[in-house]
Nanobody, 118 residues
Framework: QVQLVESGGGLGQPGGSLRLSCIAS????????MGWYRQAPGGQRELVAR???????NYADSVKGRFTITRHNAKNTVYLEMNSMKPEDTAVYYC????????????WGQGTQVTVSS
């Protein structure tokens, strides 16, 4: 089993910034990719940002130019820098990791609440 632990969520002002962190631990072979997803109340879980070992990134159109995903591979840690936040960014943010150990498997964290309000 792989464990993912998110941190850094909380309350922010419109136009403000937050930095989310996710650390992966457990029975890890190699992590092919890590990313962030979010789910608003009553909504579906959607992609926010994803980063592969090869350096490829994928961002939701709604966060392009505002959010940045980075990774410290040796520490199995991924970060999400959230700038110019909007109330529409309010959601539970989940860390995701694609792990290869015999087979490729995806794992999810418990989620961290991000609320953007004035």
């Amino acid at each position: 089993q792989v464990q993912l632990v998110e941190s850094g969520g909380g309350l922010g002002q419109p136009g403000g910034s937050l930095r989310l962190s996710c650390i992966a631990s457990g029975s890890i072979g190699s992590i092919n990719a890590m990313g962030w997803y979010r789910q608003a109340p009553g909504g579906q879980r959607e992609l926010v940002a994803r980063l592969t070992n090869g350096g490829s990134t994928n961002y939701a159109d709604s966060v392009k130019g505002r959010f940045t995903i980075t990774r410290h591979n040796a520490k199995n840690t991924v970060y999400l820098e959230m700038n110019s936040m909007k109330p529409e960014d309010t959601a539970v943010y989940y860390c995701n990791a694609e792990v290869f150990r015999f087979v490729s498997t995806e794992y999810w964290g418990q989620g961290t609440q991000v609320t953007v309000s004035s």
